[in-house]
T-cell receptor
Framework: DGGITQSPKYLFRKEGQNVTLSCEQN?????MYWYRQDPGQGLRLIYY???????QKGDIAEGYSVSREKKESFPLTVTSAQKNPTAFYLC????????????FGSGTRLTVV | SQQGEEDPQALSIQEGENATMNCSYK?????LQWYRQNSGRGLVHLIL?????REKHSGRLRVTLDTSKKSSSLLITASRAADTASYFC??????????FGAGTILRVKS
């Protein structure tokens, strides 16, 4: 079955550490996205990529970094510069240029300990 | 930036009743989409309505769009306990980016 896989489901980070969240899709979608969701709130866009080896900052990119070396993969690194990283992180993908719906992964819950 | 704003923030109804959620947005759109999120899970795409459409149906879902008022509504008919979830509207911006509202929490009591 096609879909998006996010791992791990839960992640704990110590102060000052970088952590990387994985996102893999087998839908052959060109575009991929990272969103952050805080409790009781909507989704805010961190980074997005429309094509391999290219990505753009979203609304809240500070303290995060991404790479898009393969079409299937769009990992997100939460750096030590992100002062309030505790949140639910969602990865999504879509077909570029069609303006259709996104397919979401099941999310990674990151907690700073 | 948050484009869509849902109303109400929370809604509690009895099983079998209809649930209506509203969404307002600020700028011109290509399309508007509705998603459902069960607690602690990812979002699931429910329905998409294009800017030149006024109403769309999918099973028990009915979506309307009024571009003059920059608003949309999602109606769930004959609600079930399994419909309990958060519902988000999202508008498509330039660059194929979806911008989400804060969501409506729906609780259906059995």
């Amino acid at each position: 079955d096609g879909g998006i896989t996010q791992s791990p489901k839960y992640l704990f980070r110590k102060e000052g550490q970088n952590v990387t969240l994985s996102c893999e899709q087998n839908l052959n979608h060109d575009a991929m996205y990272w969103y952050r969701q805080d409790p009781g709130q909507g989704l805010r866009l961190i980074y997005y990529s429309q094509i391999v080896n290219d990505f753009q900052k979203g609304d809240i990119a500070e303290g995060y970094s991404v790479s898009r070396e393969k079409k299937e993969s769009f990992p997100l690194t939460v750096t030590s510069a992100q002062k309030n990283p505790t949140a639910f992180y969602l990865c999504a993908s879509s077909i570029t240029g069609q303006g259709g719906g996104y397919t979401f992964g099941s999310g990674t819950r990151l907690t700073v300990v | 930036s948050q484009q869509g704003e849902e109303d109400p923030q929370a809604l509690s109804i009895q099983e079998g009743e209809n649930a209506t959620m509203n969404c307002s947005y600020k700028t011109s759109i290509n399309n508007l989409q509705w998603y459902r999120q069960n607690s602690g899970r990812g979002l699931v795409h429910l329905i998409l309505i294009r800017s030149n459409e006024r109403e769309k149906h999918s099973g028990r879902l009915r979506v309307t769009l009024d571009t003059s008022k920059k608003s949309s509504s999602l109606l769930i008919t004959a609600s079930r306990a399994a419909d309990t979830a958060s519902y988000f509207c999202a508008t498509l911006e330039y660059g194929n980016k979806l911008v989400f509202g804060a969501g409506t929490i729906l609780r259906v009591k059995s």
